[in-house]
């Protein structure tokens, strides 16, 4: 079963409500919690495939499946992948993949029960492409 985490840093500047909101945007059928460690907050949230499925829906209409499968593909360890989009752009309904930023990202990790499985959920998120077009629609 394929296992999803996602995790942001809520800070001093930023209203949770507003945070929460936004990752319920990007991922509607997740549930979310707000922890506090060392007098910092972080919204985490788990989910399963299904609440991959707006995201899947963003990166196939930006075509950014080249980019977001070569980060998915450089990122995979064995039975997980962790990649991680910039929270403000995310605001505006984009999704920019980062490593880092300043400003914050939104951390996403795939874990699923085998690496054979992850590459197909990997094939599912962003397929190959040929000349910008989806090689397999699954």
Do not use: C
């Not at 972080?42 to 899947?56: D, I, P, Q, W, Y």
């Not at 980062?98 to 990202?105: F, R, V």
Request: net charge positive; charged share 35%; proline share 4%.
């Amino acid at each position: 079963m394929t296992e999803i985490t996602v995790e942001t840093p809520i800070y001093p500047t930023e209203e949770s409500e507003k945070i929460k909101k936004l990752i319920k945007k990007l991922f509607p059928k997740i549930e979310i919690e707000i922890k506090e460690r060392e007098q910092k907050k972080a919204l985490v949230a788990f989910g399963n495939k299904e609440s991959l499925k707006k995201l899947r829906k963003k990166l196939w209409e930006q075509k950014i499946l080249d980019t977001s499968r070569t980060y998915l593909q450089k990122q995979k360890q064995n039975n997980l992948t962790t990649f991680s989009i910039n929270k403000q752009s995310a605001t505006s309904g984009k999704i920019n993949i980062k490593e880092n930023d300043i400003l914050g990202t939104i951390k996403i990790t795939i874990k699923e029960e085998t690496p054979q499985k992850l590459q197909k959920t990997i094939d599912w998120l962003a397929p190959e492409t040929e000349d910008g077009k989806p090689i397999t629609q699954t």
